[in-house]
């Protein structure tokens, strides 16, 4: 098959077939997968207010027992002592380690940003150096890029490193704060501008390095068991060898390893909401009320359903990105590119995606705890509860990786430059879009198809998101960037659409594989989703084409947007039920796929 390119989901149709969808887990990936579940059970859950009490030397001693069963190495190549798997298997290792609250975020800090930038930017002398004790865990590695004055504009950041009068070291002296796994962190990853250069660059640090001092660890709302101190670098003295990458290209690789960071914030979330749900299915059945289990009222069944559309359609996008990613990357390989470039060659393509992921997942997550807390009801509210940790912990999900406000605003701005640049043809598809607002409708009677009739709904919704694109671009131009509330609907409007289509074509290739009458709560939660994806689409648009349009034009662009996001009538509250039945009946989120 032809790999998709990022950000064309807007305006090329997807077949199904050509979509992986989790249920396709191959048995060695279901093994592994197997191998990390019961690490979790075993060293995690047991263990989970000992690691919230930070009580010393515990993290450190998981992450070792984590790297002598492969867990820290699973995306590392085998020259490196790693297992050298493809994208989507990592994501799935990611997505279950998501589980392990605090635990989660310490082994995402290591095997993301505290290694990836050293794998895919280090020279072949620093990989050597490196990467292999970073893969087993013998040294334990952090990321230290935010200051106290830059959060979201990282590039604003005034540590500073100056070359020693011998030529011999870069002296680093600066404050980086927030920064995971400080406390026992042996190699830092350090953002610094070099005299008065207008980008960071990046430093490989040792904590043996003089100059070096932590404050005490944060106090935090959640995520309490894993570190987060400031970091001081007072003269520190990093040999010139350990300059990463080239001079200026630090902020280059911050960017990237974002991107990466993204949607593995995404996989790690999807963790925790098949956790909550699973434990609210649990209590649902066994909480009595007014003598009968309170998962027979119709507003518990509500909950437990629309917990499970929201998590299994964020699966759904997830692992669709996931495979697209793969094999871009593995499309970049054929041309000859570096293995290390062409992972995050591949992942840039997928920035957009990535971002859409991030947002979705992190407030999916934070509603799946919510409504956890709210089913378990005044044991939702007991720290004795499980819902207490997992609500308290969700809560970082929307700030960590950027903000879901800059995300948001990323998602259109990266459209928009792939199409300025001539990588993604956006504007001829809003042109048409917009011509199509002066032809008659089609009054043809709707396919028969649940599939066919769900697809052309879709079809409506990404003309929808063309329309509003492309009339506030005209509108504002350059300006653009400076109308932030119009950038965050057009966001939403795309977030909706991608995620929608991603559970449409799971659910449509999943009925192929297994027939259609083995998939009633599957076809259940696409008829929803896509259902309530059309109000929210007419909202978010109706919002932005009112803040610049007037007139007659505004007049024709709420007809098209009203056309656009038709669906047919739907009795929602039997398709929830259909769901909630299936949850209950099984006592656990059925849609697991490993």
């Known amino acids: 098959m032809t790999a998709i390119k990022g950000g064309e989901f807007l305006i090329k149709e997807t077949e199904a077939s050509n979509v992986f969808i989790p249920e396709e887990w191959t048995e060695e990936q279901k093994m592994i997968a197997q191998s990390c579940r019961e690490f979790i059970k075993q060293e995690i859950f047991p263990n ?45 290792i990611t997505e279950i380690t998501g589980t392990g609250h605090s635990f989660a975020v310490s082994f995402a800090a290591h095997t993301g940003i505290g290694t990836l930038p050293i794998l895919y930017y280090g020279n072949d002398d620093q990989k050597q150096k490196y ?12 990321y230290c890029l935010t200051e106290p004055g830059s959060g979201s504009d990282a590039n604003s950041g005034k540590t500073k490193a100056l070359l020693s009068e011998d030529g011999k070291h870069y002296v680093l002296n600066g404050q980086k704060m927030w920064i995971t796994n400080a406390g026992f962190a042996d190699i830092f990853t350090v953002f610094a501008k070099i005299d008065d250069d207008q980008n960071l660059s990046a430093f490989i640090v040792e904590k043996s390095f003089d100059g070096i001092s932590l404050n005490p660890e944060e106090k935090k709302m959640g995520i309490k068991g894993s570190s987060t101190r400031q970091v001081f670098f007072n003269n520190c003295k990093v040999p010139v060898t350990n300059l990463l990458g080239k001079r200026e290209e ?15 914030l995404a996989a790690a979330a999807l963790g925790g909401c098949k ?88 407030e999916t997550l934070d509603y799946v705890v919510d409504e956890g807390v709210q089913i378990f009801g005044g044991m939702g509210f007991s720290a004795e509860a499980p819902m ?107 977030i909706e659409t991608y995620v929608a289509e991603s559970t449409l074509l799971r659910v449509e290739k999943l009925a192929s594989q297994r027939g259609i009458e083995t998939c009633e709560a599957e076809i259940a939660i696409v008829n929803t989703l896509v259902y309530d994806t059309a109000d929210r689409l007419a909202k978010f648009g109706k919002d932005t084409l009112h803040s610049f349009a007037e007139g007659d034009e505004l007049r024709m662009m709420l007809m098209g947007l009203k056309r656009f996001t038709k669906t047919d009538a739907l009795n929602v509250k039997e398709e929830r039920r259909k769901i909630a039945a299936k949850l209950i009946e099984t006592n656990k989120y059925c849609f697991k796929t490993y």
């Not at 499970?308 to 996931?322: D, L, P």
């Not at 800059?406 to 199409?419: Q, T």
């Open 48 to 92: 989970l207010d000992r690691i919230d009490n930070m009580e010393e030397g515990l993290m450190e001693s998981i992450l070792d027992k984590a790297g002598e069963l492969g867990l820290l190495s699973i995306k590392i190549p085998e020259q490196y002592g790693g297992f050298g798997k493809d994208f989507i298997t990592s994501m799935l």
């Open 131 to 142: 990467i292999p004790k970073l893969a087993t865990g013998e040294w334990k590695g952090a």
């Open 250 to 264: 630090g902020f280059k690789i911050a960017l990237n390893i974002l991107n990466l960071g993204r949607i593995k």
């Open 275 to 362: 956790r909550t749900i699973h434990a609210s299915v649990k209590f649902a059945n066994e909480r009595q009320q007014f003598g009968r289990p309170i998962s027979k009222y119709g507003a518990i069944r509500y909950k437990l359903a629309e917990q499970s559309i929201r998590t299994f359609a964020m699966e759904s996008a997830v692992y669709r990105c996931s495979r697209d990613v793969d094999h871009a990357i593995k499309s970049l390989e054929e041309s000859g590119l570096d293995p290390s470039e062409a992972i995050l060659k591949g992942v840039e393509q997928f920035a957009a995606e990535a971002a859409i992921l991030k947002v979705y997942g992190s």
């Open 388 to 494: 207490d940790r997992a609500y308290r912990d969700s809560r970082i999900n929307r700030i960590f990786e950027g903000t879901n406000e800059i995300n948001r605003m990323l998602i259109v701005d990266m459209l928009l430059r792939k199409a300025m640049k001539g990588e993604l043809d956006l504007l001829p598809a809003a042109q048409k879009v917009a011509s199509e607002l002066m032809e008659i409708p089609d009054f043809s009677e709707p396919s028969t198809d649940p599939f066919e009739l769900a697809h052309e709904h879709v079809k409506g919704f990404k003309k929808a998101v063309l329309m509003v694109a492309g009339a506030a671009a005209q509108k504002f131009t350059t300006a653009l960037a400076k109308e932030q509330e119009v950038l965050m609907n057009i966001s939403d409007m795309a």
